[in-house]
């Protein structure tokens, strides 16, 4: 079982399996909301413990479309943990337990900043992997 939680502990949750894949995103945006590395979960394995009136929902502006969660109290970004996907991303840094798996990919690299230098083998591309 896998725990996370954001800073102050308001919002925690468990993993009953590992998640699937992790994943970075160099995008202006994802950076802006506080977290690019992700790790993607499913949802029957997702078990939100306590938190959910901490938790706040931002919906960007068209073009965009990935909604981003984050604690109310403390800030901490959590990713798309209120997604009724089957399968949705959790920002990696909320993550209690140690999670035993490596980078996979590097997305928008063409927006990566000068001062942030890819230091893994992973797969880069210029946007998303599938584009």
Same mark, same amino acid.
Request: glycine content about 0%; proline content about 0%; aromatic content about 22%.
């Given at each position: 079982m896998l725990q996370g939680s954001c800073c102050c502990g308001s919002v925690r949750f468990t993993l009953s399996r590992p998640p699937t894949m992790m994943g970075t995103c160099h995008c202006t945006r994802c950076r802006k909301l506080g977290a690019?590395? *992700?790790v993607f979960v499913e949802r029957e394995a997702f078990t939100l413990v306590s938190g959910a009136d901490c938790i706040t929902t931002y919906e960007p502006p068209a073009p965009y479309q990935y909604k981003r969660c984050f604690c109310t109290r403390c800030g901490t970004s959590l990713g798309e943990v209120t997604s009724a996907g089957n399968a949705f991303p959790v920002a990696?840094?909320? *993550?209690?337990?140690?999670l035993e798996l490596a980078n996979q990919f590097h997305?928008?690299?063409?927006e990566k900043p000068h001062w942030v230098g890819i230091c893994d083998e992973a797969r880069q591309f210029a946007e998303h992997p599938h584009q």
């Open positions: 690019s590395t *992700f990696a840094n909320c *993550f209690d337990s140690e997305e928008f690299v063409k």
